[in-house]
Structures are given as structure tokens and as C-alpha cells.
């Protein structure tokens, strides 16, 4: 096949594609769920980044990850990470910042995050002060209205990632669902981490019918059988799994992603029992023969 008919052949094929996801057929006959690329949450490789971030990142592409999401830059410039994105051929629709970030520093994160062309920036927990009553998370929903509506204007979304603790209970209150129902849609999304919803004891599913359109992003990550939901505590890092190897329905949930508003989503496993490198390469062999 020539260039050209290569590129038309190739223009054809994702055009078909689109219009099969906009009509909800053939979902049955994609690889990597919603023919979506499958993105890797950096942190899982965290020490290999710290002692050579170009050359972990390049395994990660070598692997067949398309997508990173940043957690922290380490000793990379941004103009350096842009480069090294460029030269693997990945991309970098998110990154997870902290609360100090968001607070004091927003136009920065903004500015580094457009030049890296990130779609979405992420606060992945709240600080203690914005936690532990309704009425700390009361004023942790303005926070997150606030600045996602400062995030919007700039042309970048912001989400909410969730842990364990994010299911604290206060009466029938869930900390969570009232984050989810007193932020703006227009200006809030969440990224559901569907370990820890789990790992809560809740359902994923569930909170995708629920919440539909809430969820652009989600945190892919595995959990081993004879863990006892909690909502506290630490978590043992044998819980930990590689995707396709612990007891979560991974079909079921991407089955329920597209109305929770799935856009992109990342593999991560906290910790690893096998090399990092090794555990991720389990995960991406999973998701990409994976069908819904």
C-alpha cells in the first residue's frame, strides 16, 4: 500500500471508528477498551523515573503505552518532558498536582500544563483541614468550584481524585457523594480511582449510574481477594495487582465507563510486588486484548 493510500486508508478506518462510538455499535469488536490508547499513571514507576527519566519513559512507549499521567516532574524541565513526549511518541492528557500547587502557584501549574498539552490538571487528595466533617468538605467543594472554574477559563478541566478515605461517612453522608453534588459540572470532573472505591467497599458501577458524565477520567488498578473493605488504615502493599489479576470486573466497569463520561484512563499500581516495568507490561497486555 503507498503513502497516500496508507494515510486515506488509515483516515477512512478512524472515521468509521468514530461514527461506530458515537452510535454505541461494534463495541463488541474493539481491542483497548473503546479503542481509547491505554495510559499509564507515572507514579507506578516512580523509582525508575528517579534514577533515569528518559529511558523509563521509553520503556513505558516500548511497551505500547500512548498516554502518561504526570505526577510530579522530578529533575525534568517542562521543555525537556515536551521533548521526551515528542520523541516517544506519547501524550500527556493529565497530571496530578498538589493542593499547595493549586493554591498558590495555579497560574504556573496552568502555564506548564497547556505548554504540555494536558486536557485535564488533578488534585489527588485533599489536605486533613478539608477533610474529617461536612463542614470541612463543604468548604473543600467551594475550593474545587473555585478553582476549576479559574481552570476552565484557561482552556484546562479539573478533577478530583478519589482515595479510600474519600467514603468517610458523617451520618448518611458520604464525603465523596457530597463532593460530587456540591461541585459544578462545569467546572468539576473527578477521576475515579476504581481501586480504592473498591477498596472502600462501594461499587464503581454503581457510582457511574449514579453520577453519569462525572467521570472523564479513571485510575485502572487491581486489588487481590481477602482484603476487607475499609475506609481507613493503611493498605498493605500486597493488595496491589496487576491489572487482570485481582478480583475487579474490568469488563463490567468499562461496560458502565461510557456513561460515567470515560475519556481517558491510567493504569497505576502503588506498589508492586514484580519489577514496576514487569507489573505494567501484565496491565497493558490485559487492557489492550480487552473488548466491551
Known amino acids: 500500500m503507498g503513502h497516500t493510500s496508507r494515510r486515506d486508508f488509515l483516515r477512512t478506518g478512524l472515521a468509521a ?126 475550593f474545587l468550584n473555585k ?17 479510600n478515605r474519600d467514603f468517610e461517612k458523617f451520618g448518611d453522608v458520604i464525603a465523596l457523594d ?8 462545569a467546572f468539576v470532573n473527578f477521576e475515579m480511582d476504581c481501586f480504592w472505591v473498591t477498596r472502600a467497599g462501594y461499587d464503581p458501577v454503581a457510582y457511574m449510574n449514579k453520577y453519569p458524565g462525572r467521570f472523564p477520567l479513571l485510575h485502572i488498578k487491581d486489588e487481590r481477594k481477602h482484603y476487607p473493605p475499609t475506609a481507613a488504615g493503611p493498605t498493605p502493599r500486597e493488595a496491589f495487582a496487576p491489572v487482570g489479576q485481582g478480583i475487579i470486573d474490568w469488563k463490567r466497569i468499562f461496560e458502565a465507563a461510557r456513561k460515567g463520561g470515560l475519556k481517558h484512563y491510567f493504569v497505576e499500581q502503588d506498589q508492586t510486588e514484580l519489577p514496576a516495568l514487569e507489573a505494567i507490561r501484565i496491565s497493558y497486555d490485559y487492557l489492550h486484548q480487552l473488548t466491551v
Open 17 to 142: 471508528s468514530a461514527s461506530m462510538l458515537a452510535t454505541g455499535g461494534g463495541m463488541d469488536l474493539l481491542a483497548n477498551p473503546y479503542e481509547l490508547p491505554v495510559g499509564l499513571q507515572l507514579y507506578t514507576v516512580r523509582q525508575q523515573l528517579q534514577r533515569d527519566f528518559p529511558e523509563t519513559l521509553h520503556k513505558v512507549a516500548e511497551i505500547g503505552y500512548k498516554e502518561v499521567e504526570f505526577a510530579g516532574f522530578y529533575h525534568e524541565t517542562v521543555p525537556q518532558l515536551k521533548e521526551l513526549l515528542r520523541t516517544d511518541g506519547l501524550t500527556a492528557p493529565s497530571g496530578h498536582f498538589g493542593y499547595e500547587q493549586f493554591d498558590s502557584s495555579l497560574p504556573k501549574l496552568l502555564e506548564d500544563s497547556h505548554a504540555l498539552g494536558m486536557e485535564y490538571v488533578v488534585l489527588p487528595s485533599l489536605p486533613d483541614f478539608l477533610r474529617h466533617s461536612v463542614d470541612a468538605y463543604k468548604r473543600a467543594a467551594e
Open 147 to 163: 478553582t476549576g472554574e479559574r481552570c476552565k477559563k484557561s482552556g484546562i478541566r479539573l478533577a478530583y481524585h478519589n482515595h
Open 178 to 185: 457530597y463532593l460530587v453534588e456540591h461541585t459544578d459540572p
